[in-house]
């Protein structure tokens, strides 16, 4: 027990000063490589893939984050009004599709 005790306060100090991966600044690069989202906030559901949730909110697009937030305090929003404003990030489904 006492050979254990080391070893856990060795993992416990490591646990909280290690960094946490986030993303500071999204942007969103259209087709013709034009900046069409840039922002703190994602323009998708990170919790789903982004191949599966970007073509969504912009077909043809790549998306590209950042750990700093450098060029992000000028937001920039050029894709539909729907893509970002739903909780997540996505297009709320409609009610008349099946």
């Not at 912009?58 to 750990?67: D, I, K, Q, R």
């Amino acid at each position: 027990m006492t050979t254990a005790f080391p070893y856990a306060a060795a993992a416990l100090v490591a646990a909280l000063f290690s960094q946490t991966a986030a993303a500071s600044c999204y942007v969103v690069y259209g087709p013709d490589k034009d900046i069409v989202y840039r922002a703190p906030v994602p323009p998708v559901d990170m919790s789903r893939q982004i191949h599966e949730t970007l073509p969504l909110v912009a077909p043809g697009s790549t998306l590209v984050f950042s750990p700093d937030n450098f060029g992000c305090e000028l937001t920039i929003n050029k894709l539909p009004l729907t893509a970002v404003s739903a909780p997540g990030g996505m297009r709320p489904a409609r009610a008349d599709r099946g």
